[in-house]
Nanobody, 125 residues
């Protein structure tokens, strides 16, 4: 049974940090593209970062230099380290898995087969 379970969300002040975790079961994350998306009510789901099976990473312009996606392949966990958080980073963050991803496609939510349930991140000013 495939499961992606996010954790690590919470409330922080502007400039703070959070680390999100995505625990994967039912498949090997290292052979998939793993990504983080976020969604604000009333807006489309936005691709934040991706990590492909070859080690390449992609980031949305809005988070470059502040967020880092990484993997622990032994534990089958994907992380999103978020630093210098801003109020506009507020949203529900989702972990997703797909066959592959590149800079031109990683933000297309329709390409991902598996999704977690999401974890709330709230950044106050």
């Amino acid at each position: 049974q495939v499961q992606l379970v996010e954790s690590g969300g919470g409330s922080v002040q502007s400039g703070g940090s959070l680390r999100l975790s995505c625990s994967v079961s039912g498949f090997t994350a290292s052979t998939h593209c793993m990504a983080w998306f976020r969604q604000i009510p009333g807006k489309e789901r936005e691709g934040v970062a991706s990590s492909d099976s070859d080690g390449s990473t992609n980031y949305a312009d809005s988070v470059k230099g502040r967020f880092i996606i990484s993997r622990d392949n032994d534990k089958n966990i994907v992380y999103l380290q978020m630093d210098s958080l801003k109020p506009e980073d507020t949203g529900v963050y989702y972990c997703a898995a797909g066959p592959d991803c590149n800079v031109g496609t990683f933000a297309q939510s329709t390409l991902y087969h598996y999704w977690g349930q999401g974890t709330q991140v709230t950044v106050s000013s």
